[in-house]
Each structure stands twice: as structure tokens, then as C-alpha cells.
């Protein structure tokens, strides 16, 4: 997010923002101080009607003067002394002590605020309507949300009086009061929920990471690998572009955090999520050629030492001409939340969802909803494991301070998210929080904030969560389809009672998020092998691991090793049966590079093959495979074994009856040239004449 100013005619500093991983800063600060130049002004309309102050001294207006000066050049400090010196000379200016509460607002002092709201109300209770809202605002701030509801609902009683009772106040308040009165059953709400679930927040320490990971410039977004070693965040300096950086742990400390390489461009990225089988990452890319909007969603795929490989814009519908931003991936990779600010939504950035259709492509994107967006901005969601509790920051619900974190559980029977309640202190202070983060472990949680205490801009900080805030536990399993007799991989669809399929990778691997103490019903139908069936109970687990399953699937024909031919003999060495005369044919299949299917040609060559040895014979059959000297010499071992398998399989599908199948895959030829004749299976049928 870059940001440039430029003053209007009336001198007031506007805000222009050219998006970035995340959106721009609420603009409630600077409408913020609009609305106390109006207050303010007004006192000038009325300074004859304060109480005890008919005459307004020349010192006293002169020193206002210079306080309202430096309120709107954002000068909060020196504005609080101008409003001081005004009350030392008239002590009962209500327009002063408003200016106070004001400037203790904008600094953030909300304990103060409160003080000097409540002097105004004190002094003239008919002073302002709009200062009742914002006394409860205060409060709520302060965590005094009891004294919040009372003041909401003073406010709301207050609304049924005509607009004049308050005086040019309540004249020049009525444009802001509407959005007030729109915000108001919201407030109203959030305090209640707040008094209710209080008890919930038990969070004791917010710790900051050190300046291995903070810096004097910006970082936010923290994403933590399942075992907590690996951090990837955002980092940015100054009105530079974003970048995507990594640290790790060693020796117990996070090494200094670096750019990840060969990732970054000249332009913003970062924001990322890996789904948490650890192979692929979501990340934010803004304005790279391929970029739709100012800013897209990208995914990586990430290799098993959790590097970057490659990575591309999502596909499907999540992406659009308008931003997209700071992706949530469920635990399984099947439902994408974003933050957008698409048509259709409440205003500001939104929060939407997708699903992935069965192509892997994301269908349309739909908002959450009323009760998760305000007209302001909410962004940076973050889906717990059990995809139940949704974590996110806003501007627009009733908050702490600039930005909170809030949270939200899934209503199954209302089938929506319930009212968001704000985590409180010490997570959320008067500053800005953002990029809220659960650790796969569900009790450590990671928050972005600009609180002063930190090395500068945002820090990344750490705490612990009570247990009542993940939800219910969910083990990260991760199985594995193998061929019984070789224990090579095999890709096939993973049937799961209640669940569909799932289809393995070329590693054979599958990764599946289940509920701890959850029985797994798995089943396996693939063709050259018997059919699989198993039960797995599956325990409560840590998830700095996974847990691991081992599904073997045994062949539906046997694999030998090479055995001479046995002569028959009797006690006296005696030959009873002598084997009749052999004879051998021989046939090379030929595959093309890193392939382990036939070609049509070569598909046609062996048949006919097949079908001379058809009504023969046959004694043995041997099957070797081999593969180039391109590229790892496990994986090309690998390839000539499922090079040589596929044969088999072509053969006993082919009714070529025969009790013994000799098959080998011996990796790769040497050969600086005619590497394509060393991609081959050489095929050898014995037969008894």
C-alpha cells in the first residue's frame, strides 16, 4: 500500500491510496476530524450560551483558536494545551473540555476521553446527542462494557427527540447521527455479546518475536509451517513495495528474516497460506503481468523441504478486475476465504468464500454476510482447522482501538456466523491489529500490531489462546498407496465412507483433515490389484507431524524371483520328467521421455505380440524396464519399475495365462546418445513345445 497526500480547498488532508497486500487505513480518522471542526465551529455559533460563561474573554477564544489549529494540522498534544489554557481561564467552557475528549480520542487515550465527555454531559446534558454515542464508544475501548451499553441505549432513547432539543448541535450532528443510528443495534449488540463472552478471552501474554523477525520497518501477516519452525510473513519498509520473507528457528532462535528467493518483484506481494498438507501456498501478487486487478490471489506449490517451485495465478472465479487479497485456505484446501472489494459487497474491503469445484477450478465467490461485514473494512480472515471459527480484523465492528481482531463461530442450525466478539486485551489494544494466525496445534496465536511498544510500524507478536477458542481438535493424516510386493507408489482414488474420494499423487500420497478419535473407512479399487478395505481410528495428535497411514495394495498376480526350472527326479536321481524342448520370443516396448504409458504404435505392436502367444504354453515370462540416465537415479529406478509393470498388467489382461512373471525395473542406461532407445521394457516368453 503506497499512500500520498494532498490538501483540498478548505485545507484538509486527503488520503490517497494505491492498494496494495492489504487495503488502505480506514478513512474514519480523517472523517473523524471533520466532524470536530463542525463540533467545534458550532462553538463559535453559541459561545454567549455556555453555562457560567456569557462572555467569551479574548485570551480564552484566542487560545481555543490556536487549539482547534492545531487539532486539524493533527497536532493532538499541542491542542490539548490550548484546550487546557482555555479552561484555566473559563473553567466551565464545554466547548474546550469536547475538544479535550477529542484530542484524548485521537491520541488514543480513551481512559481520558471518557473523563472529559462525561464533564460535558455533566455540564449540559442537552449539549450534544451525538456525545452519548460516542461516551459509549469509549467505554467500550476502555473494556467497560457495561457502561457502553448503558450509554448505547441513552443514545437510542435520545434519538426519539426532535433533532432541535439539542441546539445548532443537533442540527449540524443530524448527517453523522444517521450513521450512528445504523451502527447502533450492532453496538448494542457487540456490547452484550462482549459482557457474555468475556469469561472466553484468557489470553495472558502478547509477546513480541524480537528483531530477528521486527524491524523498523512494517511486517504483518505471519504464516507458521505445522511444526512451527518456518515463518513467512510480509514485509515492508517505508513506501517500498511488499515482499514475501522467511526466517526459521535454530538453535531455539528465529535467524534473521530474508526475502524468499526468486519470489519477489518490483511490485507488492505477500499475504500467504499454505493449505496444510505443506504443498501448496496462497499468496497475494499485485500488478505482475497476469494480475487482473490491482491485486490477485496466486498459488505455489511447494516441494517437501517447503521451498517455492512454481506458482500461478488461481483459477477459476476468486480472482476479478477489483483487489484481492490476504487468502485463508481451509485445512483440507477445499474453501478459499479472501478479503475483496468487488461489487456486491457491504462497502470497503469484504470478506468472501469460495469452493473448489472437482476440477480443482474455484467456483463464484460469496459474501459472508451482514454480520461478518460492515460498511468499513474487514480483512485478513484466518479459518480454524475444523473450519468453525473464523478470525479476522475490521474497522467497521465496534472495537478497541483503529483495527481489531475479531472472531466468529458458525451457526450449523442457522447455517451462518454468529455476531463477532472482539478477542480484547491484551490482543487488541488502542492501536491498529491485523493478520491474526493459529498455530496447526490450535493453542498459539500470532497477531500483527503498530503498539508502541514495538521496534517500529507493525510488529508480529505471539500468545497463547485458551482451549475454548480453536474449536474442536483435528489430526493432519497423511496416507500413502503402495504396491505390496515392490512398495512402489500408486496413484488411485482413495475412497472415505461420509467423505467421497480422494485421489493420490504421483508419490502415492493423500492428506485428509479428521476429527481427533474419528474412525476412517477406507477403500481402494484398482485395476491389476485386489480390492482394499480398512478401519483406522485416528488419535488426537499435535500436528507438528502427521500422522501417518500405510495403505498396501496386493497385485493380482505374483511376482517371482528367477528360478531355475526343476527337473523331476525319483530316489535314484532317476529322470521322471524330462522337460520338452523351449522356446523363447522376445519383444521391446518402446516409451517416450518420463512417460510410463504406451503410445499408440507401440500399444498396437504389442498387441500383436500378445496375441502369437495366445493357445501356447507358457512356462515364464520375464519383464525388465529401464529408463534414460536423465535426471534422479531413484526416480528413474521408479520409472523403469512402473514402465515394466504396466507391461505385466497389458499381458494378464490379455489372457496370457502363465504362473510365473519374472519383472524387474533396472533403473537407468548409460548412453551418451540414443537415449530414446534406453526408454524401454524388453519382454521374453518362454514356451514348452
Avoid at 517500498?240 to 526459521?248: A, T
Avoid at 504443498?279 to 498459488?299: K, N, P, S
Avoid at 497389458?650 to 519374472?662: A, E, S
Wanted: proline share 4%; glycine share 8%; hydrophobic share 35%.
Amino acid at each position: 500500500m503506497v499512500e500520498s497526500k494532498k490538501a483540498d480547498s478548505f485545507g484538509h488532508w486527503k488520503i490517497q491510496f494505491s492498494y496494495g497486500v492489504y487495503p488502505p487505513k480506514t478513512m474514519a480518522m480523517s472523517k473523524k476530524i471533520v466532524l470536530l471542526f463542525i463540533y467545534l465551529c458550532v462553538f463559535w455559533l453559541s459561545a454567549q450560551a455556555q453555562p457560567g460563561n456569557t462572555v467569551l474573554t479574548p485570551q480564552a477564544a484566542q487560545y481555543y483558536r490556536e487549539a482547534e489549529e492545531a487539532l486539524l494540522r493533527r497536532d493532538y498534544k499541542q491542542a490539548v494545551k490550548g484546550f487546557e489554557k482555555a479552561l484555566k481561564i473559563q473553567p466551565g467552557l464545554t466547548a474546550a473540555n469536547k475538544g479535550l475528549a477529542a484530542c484524548y480520542e485521537l491520541l488514543k487515550d480513551y481512559g481520558k476521553a471518557v473523563t472529559y465527555y462525561e464533564k460535558v454531559i455533566a455540564s449540559d446534558s442537552m449539549y450534544s446527542r451525538a456525545i452519548f454515542y460516542q461516551l459509549a464508544e469509549a467505554h467500550y475501548k476502555i473494556g467497560q462494557y457495561d457502561k457502553a451499553l448503558q450509554y448505547f441505549r441513552t443514545y437510542e432513547r435520545l434519538l426519539k427527540q426532535p433533532a432541535e432539543s439539542f441546539g445548532l448541535h443537533g442540527e449540524r450532528e443530524i448527517k453523522s447521527e444517521l450513521k450512528y443510528a445504523e451502527k447502533l443495534p450492532i453496538n448494542i449488540k457487540a456490547s452484550e455479546v462482549s459482557l457474555d463472552s468475556i469469561k472466553f478471552v484468557n489470553v495472558t501474554d502478547v509477546i513480541n518475536l524480537g528483531t530477528a523477525i521486527n524491524t523498523q520497518a512494517d511486517e504483518y501477516f505471519p504464516f507458521l509451517s505445522n511444526d512451527q519452525q518456518l515463518i513467512y510473513y510480509t514485509h515492508r519498509k517505508g513506501d517500498k513495495d511488499e515482499d514475501l520473507y522467511y526466517s526459521r528457528i535454530t538453535e531455539g532462535r528465529w535467524r534473521k528474516g530474508e526475502p524468499v528467493k526468486d519470489f519477489n518483484t518490483g511490485e507488492n506481494e505477500g499475504m500467504s497460506t499454505m493449505v496444510r498438507d505443506g504443498r501448496r501456498m496462497y499468496f497475494t501478487a499485485c500488478a505482475r503481468q497476469g494480475v487482473l486487478g490491482t491485486c490477485d490471489i496466486w498459488v505455489a506449490e511447494i516441494d517437501t523441504q517447503q521451498i517455492i517451485q512454481s506458482f500461478e495465478s488461481a483459477t477459476g472465479m476468486v480472482n476479478s478486475d477489483y483487489w484481492e487479497s490476504q487468502a485463508s485456505i481451509s485445512c483440507d484446501g477445499s474453501v478459499l476465504f479472501f478479503a475483496s472489494n468487488r461489487k456486491g459487497g457491504m462497502g470497503g474491503a469484504d470478506l468472501w468464500y469460495c469452493l473448489r469445484g472437482s476440477d480443482g477450478r474455484w467456483g463464484a465467490p460469496i459474501n459472508l454476510g451482514p454480520k461478518i461485514n460492515t460498511p468499513e473494512d474487514e480483512e485478513a480472515p484466518f479459518i480454524t482447522n475444523d473450519g468453525k471459527t473464523l478470525y479476522f480484523s475490521s474497522t467497521g465492528h465496534l472495537g478497541l482501538g483503529e483495527q481489531d481482531i475479531f472472531m466468529s463461530w458458525y451457526d450449523e442450525r442457522a447455517k451462518e456466523w454468529a455476531t463477532p466478539i472482539n478477542l480484547g486485551p491484551p490482543v487488541n489494544t488502542p492501536y491498529r491489529e491485523l493478520g491474526f494466525f493459529l498455530s496447526a496445534d490450535g493453542f498459539t496465536g500470532y497477531v500483527a500490531s503498530d503498539r508502541p511498544d514495538g521496534h517500529g510500524g507493525m510488529d508480529i507478536y505471539r500468545f497463547r489462546l485458551s482451549d475454548k477458542l480453536f474449536g474442536d481438535p483435528i489430526t493432519f493424516v497423511e496416507g500413502y498407496l503402495r504396491d505390496s510386493v515392490l512398495m512402489t507408489p500408486l496413484e488411485a482414488k482413495v475412497e472415505i465412507a461420509g467423505r467421497g474420494a480422494i485421489q493420490t499423487g504421483p508419490d502415492g500420497r493423500f492428506f485428509i483433515c479428521v476429527g481427533a478419535d474419528e474412525t476412517l473407512d477406507l477403500g481402494v479399487q484398482k485395476r491389476g490389484y485386489k480390492p482394499y478395505h480398512n478401519d483406522f481410528v485416528i488419535p488426537e495428535w499435535n500436528n507438528r507431524t502427521y500422522y501417518t497411514l500405510e495403505l498396501l495394495l496386493q497385485p493380482t498376480i505374483s511376482f517371482i524371483a528367477n528360478i531355475p526350472p526343476v527337473i523331476k527326479t525319483d530316489s535314484t536321481q532317476n529322470i521322471v520328467d524330462k522337460p520338452k524342448s523351449n522356446r523363447t520370443f522376445t519383444h521391446t516396448v518402446f516409451f517416450e521421455f518420463d512417460k510410463h504409458t504406451m503410445e499408440a504404435p507401440e500399444l498396437s505392436r504389442l498387441d500383436e505380440f500378445a496375441k502369437l502367444m495366445k493357445n501356447k504354453k507358457i512356462q515364464r515370462v520375464e519383464i525388465i524396464g529401464f529408463s534414460d540416465d536423465i535426471g534422479a537415479e531413484a526416480y528413474n529406478l521408479r520409472l523403469s519399475e512402473e514402465r515394466a509393470k504396466g507391461i505385466a498388467l497389458f499381458l494378464v489382461q490379455n489372457n496370457i495365462v502363465v504362473d510365473q512373471i519374472y519383472m524387474e525395473g533396472k533403473g537407468e542406461l548409460d548412453g551418451k546418445q540414443n537415449k530414446e532407445l534406453n526408454r524401454k521394457v524388453e519382454v521374453r516368453v518362454m514356451t514348452i513345445e
